[in-house]
C-alpha cells in the first residue's frame, strides 16, 4: 500500500457538530483528493488539491471544507454535519504529472456515521 | 458533459463462467479508461488501464469508441474475483481529477 493513512478510522457524531477528518500521506504526491462512498452513486469527489494552500472543489462539496497546509496532509471538515453525510471516506493521493502517472492510490477510508 | 455508468449493480456468476462488467461512458476526445478494484477489507486500487492494454489477473478491457464502451472481462471467473469495480474515467483539464461510475459488485460463487 502507497503510505497514506487516515483518522479517525471510524467516526461516530451528532448532528450539528464539526468533524475533521485527516489524510496524511508519505509519498510526497502533488495531488490529494477526497472522495465519498455511497450505495447507488459509487465515488464522488469533493474536494482536491493541487499543492500547498491550493484546493478546488469537486462534484458534492457544499457543507464541507479543506485545507492543506503541508504536502503530506490534507484535512476535510464538516462545519456542521448532517445525516446526509453519513458516508465511507476516501484520500487518494496522485503524482499526476500527464498520462501514465495519473493513477490514484487511495487510503483505507473512513467510516462516519451522524446521528 | 462526462459521464461514466456502470448500468449493474450487482453481477452474480458461478466460479469458471465468463464474467462482464459493463461500462459506458461520455466524453469528448481520446478518453484514456481505468478500472479499479476494492476487495474486501482492502483498499481500492488500480486493475487496469487502457493505454497499457495489460490482461491483469486475467482481466482486459478493450475500448469501444463507437459504442463509447470499455467492458471489463474475463473468461473464466475466481472466486477470488469478488469484489467491487469501478470504472473511471479522467476529467478534462490536466488536474489529474477521475470521474467514477457507481460501481459493480461482482459476486462469484462456488
Known amino acids: 500500500d502507497a503510505g497514506i493513512t487516515q483518522s479517525p478510522r471510524h467516526k461516530v457524531t451528532e448532528t450539528g457538530t464539526p468533524v475533521t477528518l485527516r489524510c496524511h500521506q508519505t509519498?510526497?504526491?502533488?495531488?490529494m483528493y477526497w472522495y465519498r462512498q455511497d450505495p447507488g452513486h459509487g465515488l464522488r469527489l469533493i474536494h482536491y488539491?493541487?499543492?500547498?494552500?491550493?484546493?478546488d472543489k469537486g462534484e458534492v462539496s457544499d457543507g464541507y471544507s479543506v485545507s492543506r497546509s503541508k504536502t503530506e496532509d490534507f484535512l476535510l471538515t464538516l462545519e456542521s454535519a448532517t445525516s446526509s453525510q453519513t458516508s465511507v471516506y476516501f484520500c487518494?493521493?496522485?503524482?499526476?504529472?500527464?498520462?501514465?502517472?495519473?493513477?490514484?492510490?487511495f487510503g483505507p477510508g473512513t467510516r462516519l456515521t451522524v446521528l | 458533459a462526462q459521464r461514466v455508468t456502470q448500468p449493474e449493480k450487482l453481477l452474480s456468476v458461478f466460479k469458471g463462467a465468463p464474467v462482464e462488467l459493463k461500462c459506458n461512458y461520455s466524453?469528448?476526445?481520446?478518453?484514456?479508461l481505468f478500472w479499479y478494484v476494492q476487495y474486501s477489507r482492502q483498499r481500492l486500487q488500480l486493475l487496469l488501464r487502457?493505454?497499457s492494454r495489460e490482461s491483469i489477473k486475467g482481466f482486459t478491457a478493450d475500448l469501444n469508441k463507437g459504442e463509447t464502451s470499455f467492458h471489463l472481462k474475463k473468461p473464466f471467473a475466481q472466486e477470488e474475483d469478488s469484489a467491487m469495480y469501478y470504472c473511471a474515467l479522467p476529467c478534462s483539464g490536466n488536474t489529474g481529477k477521475l470521474i467514477f461510475g457507481q460501481g459493480t459488485t461482482l459476486q462469484v460463487k462456488p
Open positions: 487502457h493505454i
Open positions: 509519498e510526497n504526491h502533488r495531488y
Open positions: 487518494a493521493i496522485s503524482e499526476y504529472r500527464d498520462i501514465g502517472t495519473d493513477t490514484q492510490y
Open positions: 488539491s493541487y499543492g500547498v494552500k491550493d484546493t
Open positions: 466524453y469528448s476526445g481520446s478518453p484514456e
